[in-house]
């Protein structure tokens, strides 16, 4: 991630949980990407003083006020913006964006290529429901065609988008998918994303029982299928098979992993050039901007 910076200390994941209690209904899958959050937080010694959790706006973006931490709730599809401005002003931070399908890839959509192309070294944890979730039921841009939303009775007009191919495509380095009624899968993945360095995309499958009555925790348990024992994940021709759900399932587990450089390797790279400091008067430039 996000450089962060690993104490090695001792904290429980229940330690990790604020003084803010869930909201989410009763079933919600997002309750299972928590708890996944606190352990991958908890396995790796993350000090809640070095972790940041950015979000947008929607039911999954709330996840920031349950962990503790620094936290941004900001705009509707913003926070990969916010994040990416977080991780370059303080490398050292473990920078996380938490949000739903709608904040990612529909308002959001004009910012995730850029973070992945860039290789923003933070952590992009998106809960997928196939619905808008906050605004009560109206599809989203990974809603299936066939199924009917609020504002759409007789289905969409549209395809669904995928966004595990999405961010291979754009140039993610670290490509994973889970299903968040598989807690276990998916801290490990997150985990793994922590650790990363570069722009790390994780896409878990989360049910809203409460407005997509379609997408159930039964139907993604049965969508799902972990990847073949013998898939290699720094093989992108590889990863593009397998995201292509060759067989209708769709592929769990960690489907693409580069290095690359950083945008913050490259942001030092051109300081360095120009013989710049990264020692600069912050309080210089604030003056010199002021009205
Ligand atoms: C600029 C702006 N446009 C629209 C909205 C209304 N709005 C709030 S959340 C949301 C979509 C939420 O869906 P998603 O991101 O998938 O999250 P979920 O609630 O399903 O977790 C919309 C359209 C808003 N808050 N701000
Ligand atoms: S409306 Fe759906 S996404 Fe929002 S908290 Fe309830 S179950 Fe979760």
Not at 94 to 113: C, K, T
Not at 178 to 192: Q, S, V
């Amino acid at each position: 991630m996000s450089r962060a910076i690993f104490d090695n200390i001792q904290i429980k994941p229940k330690e990790y949980k604020s003084e803010v209690s869930p909201v989410w209904c009763p079933g919600c899958g997002d309750y299972g990407v928590l708890n996944a959050t606190y352990r991958a937080l908890s396995e790796l010694g993350i000090h809640p003083k070095d972790f940041v959790s950015v979000s947008g706006i929607g039911c999954s973006s709330r996840l920031p006020y349950f962990v503790k931490g620094y936290k941004m709730h900001t705009l509707h599809g913003r926070a990969g913006a916010v994040a990416t401005g977080t991780q370059l002003a303080n490398p050292k931070l473990s920078v996380m964006v938490a949000g739903g399908d709608g904040d990612g890839f529909s308002i959001g959509g004009g910012h995730m290529p850029h973070m992945a192309r860039k290789n923003v070294d933070m952590v992009y944890v998106l809960m997928d429901n196939g619905i808008y979730g906050l605004t009560k039921g109206q599809s989203s841009p990974t809603t299936r065609k066939e199924m009917p939303a609020y504002i759409t009775p007789y289905g969409g007009v549209e395809e669904p988008l995928d966004p595990v191919m999405y961010m291979l495509t754009y140039g993610a380095t670290y490509v994973a998918q889970a299903f968040a009624g598989n807690p276990k899968m998916c801290a490990a993945l997150i985990k793994g994303a922590m650790e990363h360095k570069g722009f790390a995309y994780v896409n878990i499958f989360s049910q809203c029982p409460t407005f997509n009555k379609i997408d159930t925790a039964k139907y993604y348990r049965a969508l799902v299928e972990d990847l073949p024992e013998d898939h290699d994940p720094t093989d992108m021709d590889q990863a593009i098979a397998v995201a292509r759900r060759p067989n209708g399932k769709a592929p769990v587990g960690l489907i693409y992993k580069e290095d690359r450089y950083t945008l913050c390797d490259e942001m030092k790279r051109l300081v360095d050039l120009v013989g710049g400091s990264p020692d600069y008067d912050k309080q210089k430039i604030v003056d010199a901007h002021r009205p």
